[in-house]
């Protein structure tokens, strides 16, 4: 091995101790040697980044709704919501700013301190505009922190949210940029780059993860987690889904004949430390695929780095954990809700969210 790479992925000497660098210059030769690592170690390692940027005790809860379901023009190859799916998804209009902020009560009551809102649209119209901007207004006044993912923005639709106050935006560069091309015909990952870049220069904070387990390779997920670890600024929010497999969609159904292509527990619990140890300061969160995760391979990326979840039962259309299940889970692990003050320095944006900051 190069003195480069050891020095980066600190192999030996000071090891997993030592001052934790944000980079954005990692190589992919790097990133996978960190996959590579002997299990312990890698676990080790991502261990110790987490607790020098974050409370390793504590777990930042979001709630999701989805407020226009289905119907979506694009043909992403894993999703139930694409209009070239043949899921069963009923596509619905935008919700009103009043239904929204009920559910929003609720995910409030019940312990979340964000609420993420999701849009089955390639991008939001600008006729879509006033009533988003109502519905941004209206949750941060109840006093959660907000996150949309509306698909793609342009520069000024990403000021009338900031102006609105949105805290994060989500949008998902999914995989490789050579996998992404196989799953989704119908954008490019430099569109989806553009938006994140629109995203970051209104000022917001950028929520920017992916999925494993669409049958991809290893090689490919060290491409997911180098093209997110080599953003000039890091996502402040890094969810790392696991594909729920929905019959009717491509992907669903070519896992559902061929098991073969899904991800292993190990390999999961992996890519999270992988991003943990990339990304030191961003929150991991776990998100799509936990209902069927063992609470022991959630022990495990809690460990290699994960901080934060999806609550509730419901994802967008796919089903959650659920409240009591992951109530009871976080008690046996001695683990509790929000953020804590150690990572109080790490939110840029200037929608900061007021209390619990990433
Ligand atoms: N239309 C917007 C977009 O594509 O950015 C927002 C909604 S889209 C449903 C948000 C993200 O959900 C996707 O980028 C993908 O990462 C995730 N997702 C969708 N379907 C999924 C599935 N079946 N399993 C796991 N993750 C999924
Ligand atoms: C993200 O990375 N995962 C969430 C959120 N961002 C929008 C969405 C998961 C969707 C899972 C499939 C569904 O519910 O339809
Ligand atoms: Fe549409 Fe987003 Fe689903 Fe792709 S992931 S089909 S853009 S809702």
Known sequence: MSTQLREHVQEDGDGPTAPTDVRSDWTSEEIAFLFDLPFPELLFRA????????????IQLSTLLSIKTGG??????????SSKADSGIKATKLMEPQEVLQCAAQAKDS????FCMGAAWRNPKDRDMPKIVEIVKG???????????LGMLSPSQAEMLADAGLDYYNHNIDSSPEYYQRVTTTRTMSERLDTLSN????????CSGGI????ETREDRVGFIHTLATLPEHPESVPINSLVPVRGTVLGDILAESPVGRIDDIEFVRTVAVARITMPHSAVRLSAGRENMSEATHALCFV??????FTG????TAPNAGEDTDAKMLRKLGLSSGTGPCSDDVVGGRNKPRENVL
């Open 304 to 309: 290699a780095g994960a901080n934060s979840i």
């Open 47 to 58: 261990a110790s980044v987490h607790r020098q940027c974050h409370d390793p005790s504590r």
């Open 72 to 81: 979506c023009p694009e043909d992403c190859g894993y999703c139930s919501q």
């Open 139 to 149: 949750v941060r006044a109840m006093g959660m922190e907000t996150c949309m993912t």
């Open 199 to 206: 995203v970051r220069a209104a000022g917001m904070n950028v």
């Open 111 to 114: 312990g979340s301190e964000r």
């Open 313 to 316: 039962d419901k994802l967008l």
């Open 212 to 215: 494993v387990g669409m049958g």
